[in-house]
């Protein structure tokens, strides 16, 4: 086989190998409950406040509103109250813990 012969057949087969950073390798962006901002979600929050199961931060477990006002924040199209931003982050690393508490909550 001559050099162009193989610099052809080596072209064609790096081309064919996946690369570390193409669509197909990534793995899906972890869901992060996002704190309500837009109009549209502000009066999603307002509606399932309604029905809201807990008084305190589901993660500090402080009173809602004790520390100012309460950070509302969407998961998975789910509303999540927070007594500050910091427990917006602490939910984001465990959000599965959290979650359960709330369900739980709302079964009693």
Known sequence: MNS????????????????GHSEENKSPAPKNAQIVK???DKAKAAE??????????????DALGGMGETVDA????KLIRFCCKG????FNKN??????????????
Request: net charge positive.
């Open 95 to 108: 959000p599965e813990k959290y979650l359960k508490e709330i369900d739980s909550a709302k079964k009693s």
């Open 4 to 19: 162009k012969s193989c610099l052809l057949l080596a072209c064609l087969l790096l081309g064919s190998l996946p690369l």
């Open 38 to 40: 837009t109009p549209e």
């Open 87 to 90: 427990c917006v982050k602490s």
């Open 48 to 61: 399932l406040a309604k029905s809201y199961p807990l008084t305190t931060c589901v993660v500090s477990h």
């Open 74 to 77: 969407l998961y998975d199209g």
